[in-house]
């Protein structure tokens, strides 16, 4: 985004405080585009002005311009399946954060049997594993054309389609992808790829059939080039493929083009080059060596480009191995730093605790809450938990912080009304917290316990420790 204040983006607006836009002033409207919460389109006054009068759609059109992200956003599907893809302001994520997670799509081909087809398509549509108070799961389809057969690939793809998710349909042969393009289109796959041999054909298909397309060279300058034609053509939508090989010497020519691309991009304002990235783990499994090998670096793969550039990538793999880290590492790089994820403070019963049962404290800084609430359920302890606001930082940092005092642990305290649940009056910390243990005795007038620094050894510490000796 070219602009960096409110006031920029204000000096466009009607100024008029209408509120049509769902914000009390056109100021605040300008500060929630600027972070990316609100569309310049949300202002119904400016596009109904740009529909009349030729200035005004100048107006809005600088505006949009201004205000569009550094890499283009790609959607890819339709309805409440799609997904965005690029869109990224910053290259590092501690700039401001990174906004469109990148889009995993597992593969499936079309001389699959259709039982084999259906088993594939399950496993990624029911795929969900919870983390940090969310479920996550897997974002769509690449549908390989390997029959070379124009009807073959076209039954396949849709049926795939039928599963609803978002798809790239990855043929080279231009006629097997015009058979797809004809079941499909209307559901907006991304299709892959042009290439320097086919790349006619593939403006064409893209601009008759409306969809994104990807270009793939390795060579930065053609992949340049290729993106400079497809847009001057009027294909808006594009995503460059730099081409990933999986090991040594190629895997960091790979690393190399990524980063350029997006470096060019962003540092140097390069709107040529300013598009999603697509890169492919799946290329691992041209390694020679056991699938176990292949899986595994499909997984390193993955973690590299996740961190360092790729808006989508390509799988085989459904392994949990490979399944479980990418996802979570996404997850992380991913949650917006000027947010931390966090759960609501209060009380939790865990496992139906009695008026006997240990009273624990810890913050609601999500990771953690949820690693003890874990913690203490698999191990089957029952306990009252206090979850108390450190808006959302951990332990060691709240309490050094200054956010997870002996005062608040009173306020916490009396609010939950947790001495009218049990008998005793005990409560205990975490072992980073025990620098409190004084102050909290002294505030409260409960007795504290120190417990283990990590909720994992909770099982072990509650043996030895509860019930107190009198
Ligand atoms: Fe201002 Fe437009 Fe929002 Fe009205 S709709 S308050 S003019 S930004």
Redesign the pocket.
């Known amino acids: 985004m070219k602009v960096k204040s409110p006031l920029e983006i204000y000096n466009f607006?009607?100024?008029?405080?209408?509120?049509?836009?769902?914000?009390?002033?056109?100021m605040?409207?300008?500060s929630h585009i600027l972070d990316r919460s609100a569309k310049v389109t949300?202002?119904?006054?400016?596009v109904r002005d740009a529909e009349k009068d030729s200035k005004a759609k100048e107006k809005l059109e600088k505006l949009l311009e201004l205000t569009a992200p550094e890499i283009a956003e790609v959607v890819i599907g339709v309805g409440s399946s799609a997904i965005k893809i690029g869109g990224e302001e910053v290259l590092h994520r501690h700039e401001l954060t990174f906004f469109n997670p990148t889009a995993f799509f597992y593969d499936v081909w079309d001389s699959l049997d259709d039982k084999k087809i259906d088993e594939r398509c399950d496993r990624v549509v029911s795929y969900k594993k919870f983390y940090v108070g969310k479920y996550l799961t897997l974002d769509g389809f690449a549908v390989r054309c390997t029959s070379n057969d124009p009807k073959r690939y076209a039954e396949v793809v849709k049926k795939v389609a039928g599963y609803g998710k978002p798809m790239v349909l990855i043929a080279l042969n231009p006629e097997c992808m015009k058979a797809a393009l004809d079941v499909c289109a209307e559901q907006r796959p991304l299709i892959y790829a042009a290439t320097e041999g086919n790349w006619k054909e593939f403006l064409k298909l893209a601009l008759d059939y409306k969809v994104p397309v990807v270009l793939r060279a390795k060579d930065l300058n053609l992949l340049k080039s290729l993106a400079v034609t497809f847009k001057s053509a009027g294909v808006k939508d594009i995503v460059l493929d730099p081409v990933t090989e999986p090991l040594g010497e190629g895997l960091q020519g790979t690393f190399e083009r990524v980063i350029q691309l997006r470096r060019k991009a962003i540092l140097d304002g390069d709107k040529d080059v300013a598009y999603p990235i697509m890169v492919t783990p799946i290329a691992a499994w041209l390694i020679e060596g056991d699938e176990v090998t292949k899986s595994y670096w499909e997984a390193v793969i993955a973690g590299i480009f996740i961190v360092k550039y790729a808006d989508a990538m390509i799988f085989h793999s459904l392994d949990q191995h490979v399944v479980m880290p990418t996802l979570t590492l996404r997850f992380n790089i991913y949650t917006d730093p000027r947010t931390p994820v966090q759960v609501a403070p209060g009380l939790r019963e865990i496992n139906n605790p009695t008026p006997d049962d240990p009273v624990m404290i810890t913050t609601n800084f999500a990771l953690t809450y949820y690693t003890v609430e874990n913690d203490l359920g698999s191990a089957k302890i029952r306990a009252w938990l206090l979850v108390l606001n450190t808006e959302g930082i951990c332990v060691e940092a709240s309490v050094a912080g200054g956010k997870f005092t002996a005062s608040k642990v009173k306020e916490l305290i009396n609010e939950t009304k947790i001495a009218e649940k049990v008998k005793h009056r005990y409560l205990i910390i975490p072992g980073l917290a025990a620098r409190l243990q004084g102050s909290i005795e002294d505030e409260t007038g409960w007795k504290v316990l120190v417990g283990p620094i990590d909720s994992g050894r909770i099982k072990g510490w509650m043996e030895k420790n509860w019930p107190p000796k009198k």
């Not at 607006?13 to 056109?26: D, F, S």
């Open positions: 607006l009607p100024r008029t405080n209408c509120k049509e836009c769902g914000y009390e002033t056109c605040s409207f300008a949300d202002c119904k006054p400016l």
